[in-house]
Structure formats: C-alpha cells, structure tokens
C-alpha cells in the first residue's frame, strides 16, 4: 500500500532513489522525511548485502525510512526500460554512482532529459563530475584527510584526527538536498528541470567555513588546537573536581566569566587585557582557569556558569545525551513502526515548521517490499510481473 506521506511540504513530488552508501542516501532522507513520495530502487535480491550496512542495522534502518522499495536490474534493458517509464512521471532522480556509472547503464541525466525535460536530477560523487580525480573512489575517511578537515582536528603534535562522524557524507547530503529543493522552486519559473551536483570535497571544505576563508583570504594556514576555539580564547574543555566541562564565553564576557570563576585579578592581567593577548598566551590562561574551575563539580560550575550568562555545558555519551531534558522535549529521537523489525527509534528531523511538521511515517522496507504495488501502477499485469521476476529483471 502506498505509504501516507511523511508532511505535506513536498508530497506533490515523485523521487526515484538510486543511491546507496552514506551522502546519496542523506539527501534523500531529506525529501522523503518531508513528504515526496520516494522510490528507492534496489538489484533484486541474491542473497548478498543490499549495501554497505546491514539491512537492519541502525546504519540502513535511519537512512532509509519513509520509502518505497522497488528491485530493478539496471543492467538487463528491460530493466532500463521500466526505470524510463518511471523516469517519465517523475519530479526528481537522485544517484551517487561514480560518475561514468549511469552513463553506462544509459540512465544520466541527458538521456533522462530527453523524456522527461522537467526532471532534476541530482547527484553526488567523491571528487566531481570532472575533473582529474573524476573516477577515483571518494568515502568519507579519504575525504576528511584531503579536504584539510584533519589537519585543523585533534591535540597539537599528535598527528591528524578523524571526526567521529561521517561529516562530508552529511554534508553533501544535505547540500544536494538544499540544491535540489532550489531547483524545483526554479522549475516553477522556466519550467524546466536541471542537472544538480555536488561532490565530498566541495561538502568538505564547504563545512570547514571560516578555517578555509583563514587560507584563502591570509594565507593562514591552521593547525591543531585540540579542544580548544581555533581563534578566541578562552573556549574549550576545562577541568572540574569529578571530571571535565566546557566553557565558551565570547570576548565581550570576559569580565564577568573571571568573576564567575573568583579570578577578577585576571581581566586586566598584562597577558591576558585583551583577546589578542588572551589568544597569544592560551596555554597560560588555560592553566590559570583550570586551577580555579577544579575546585568545584561540573555540575556546579555549569549552573553558576549559565546563571551568569556564559555558556556552558556538560560533556556527554550519547546515552547522556539522549536523557538530557531539553533533548526528549525537542523530540529528535522518533519512534517509527518496522515490519521486520517491531517498533524502532531512529533520529528525526532537525527542522520544524509551523504549518506543515513532518513525522516518521514507516521504517524501512524489506528489499523490494513494493515491487508489485510499483509495477502494478506502471500497468504490469500479473503474468508480466511474474515473467519479471522469473528473468531476473525484478
């Protein structure tokens, strides 16, 4: 049965979804979570991995929610075939192949173009559409390091850090997401549809933001300064008497952050006068800060620290996390019934709109859960759908 839409925001749009891995997904994820109707197109089982992640690991299983599964064998012409026909009736296609991937397979955007000149279609790739490094794979790892990512993480003279999280998937995701949004609206317009790509690289040094305006504005070139801001100072991880915490006062709180810590003596200390000077002599000023804020739990120093109106935090797992307060009244930590797997908690939208809110609708579908129900709309009969089946093509 077609599924209820996630949210009205884009539920007039048909996606066919032939991504697979972390970025293409996420941007799918992003119009799917807001209403469009999504096809997610898979090979017809043959009893191997479906992806890069198990199907019902938490990886596959918070990617691909709010979708229709349909199995299609993109290299048997027939299977060609029924993707056009879909392709034909549809609003947006978003692939993450490399990119010399659906030239072959005779589903780029030219081709699709020529039967459906209102598509948008959106791709992500490691490197770009062109270019030199064009077929070189590109995962999200290979990307932090040439992207100058981990370069500017991590401890001084420990050598590069890797973020914990997989930050350009993400990012191109979203970008791609953000651009395909852009293109329909512009669609309205000139009535015509348009090819929208983005790659990890671009995301990468995209999400670096001023660390890469450092370079390319001064020459900068920055380094690892750990916990610490890579600019302002104070702001970092400070020690307190059952653990850590973290401190974030902007320049102009820097009179009242010392009287919060009982160290009024440092706000017109020589070293430290101005945020130049407290920048310049960091590692002095840390040590300084430290001896006073061990004093007292974390706890303590994150409720004086707010009541004074610097900011401040705890330092959590993710299952603090998940219990603070403020984290379950936002609700991004969503409860969404799964077929094979009974009722999952996945991570929700980060958005929230006033008229048109979206919810996880449905967990993800078995591999080719709908095939029938898809074909079915496409005029297949029984007898064809079988033969389909039969022939490997679905």
């Known amino acids: 049965m077609t599924l209820e839409p996630a949210s009205t925001v884009l539920s007039k749009y048909k996606v066919l979804d032939l991504t697979r891995a972390r970025a293409g997904p996420t941007a799918v994820k992003q119009l799917a979570d807001w209403g469009a109707s999504v096809i997610k197109i898979e090979m017809p089982d043959t009893g191997g991995p479906s992806d890069f992640a198990a199907r019902h690991s938490p990886d596959f299983q918070n990617l691909h929610r709010n979708k229709r599964s349909l199995t299609l064998n993109l290299k048997d012409p027939k299977g060609v075939e029924i993707f056009k026909k879909l392709a034909a009736d549809a609003d947006v296609i978003i692939e993450n192949y490399r990119p010399d991937v659906k030239n072959r397979l005779g589903i780029d955007y030219e081709t699709i173009k020529?039967?459906?000149?209102?598509?948008?279609?959106?791709?992500?790739?490691?490197?770009?559409?062109?270019?030199?490094?064009?077929?070189?794979?590109?995962?999200?790892?290979?990307i932090q390091g040439m992207g100058g990512h981990m370069w500017v993480t991590g401890e001084p003279g420990r050598g590069p850090m890797r973020s914990g999280a997989a930050i350009s998937d993400v990012t191109a995701g979203l970008l791609l997401a953000n651009g395909v949004c852009m293109a329909l609206i512009e669609r309205e317009t000139s009535g015509e549809g348009q090819w929208v790509h983005t790659s990890l690289i671009e995301a990468m040094i995209f999400l670096l933001d001023f660390q890469a305006a450092r370079w390319t504005m001064k020459q900068e070139l920055p380094g690892q300064v750990g916990n610490n801001h890579p600019t302002n100072s104070p702001m970092g991880v400070f020690k307190s008497s059952?653990?850590?915490?973290?401190?974030?006062?902007?320049?102009?709180?820097?009179?009242?952050?010392?009287?919060?810590?009982?160290?009024?003596?440092?706000?017109?200390?020589?070293d430290y006068a101005t945020a130049q000077d407290r920048a310049k002599n960091r590692t002095a000023l840390n040590a300084e800060i430290d001896s006073a804020t061990s004093q007292k739990e974390s706890a303590a120093w994150i409720k004086i620290m707010n009541e004074t109106g610097v900011p401040c935090g705890p330092i959590y797992t993710l299952a603090e996390t998940f219990a603070d307060p403020q984290v379950q009244h936002i609700g991004i930590a969503q409860s969404v019934p799964s077929e094979s797997l009974g009722e999952v908690t996945l991570i929700g939208q980060a958005i929230h709109m006033s008229r048109t809110p979206n919810k996880l609708v449905a967990g993800t579908a078995e591999c080719g859960a709908h095939t029938d129900e898809i074909l079915a709309e496409l005029g297949y009969g029984n007898d064809q759908v079988t033969d389909l089946r039969e022939t490997g093509v679905v």
Request: glycine share 14%.
């Open 242 to 270: 059952d653990g850590y915490f973290t401190i974030a006062p902007t320049p102009g709180m820097w009179k009242k952050f010392c009287a919060a810590i009982g160290r009024d003596d440092l706000v017109n200390h020589a």
């Open 114 to 142: 020529a039967i459906n000149p209102k598509i948008v279609y959106g791709s992500i790739s490691g490197f770009g559409q062109d270019g030199p490094y064009r077929d070189r794979p590109g995962v999200d790892p290979i």
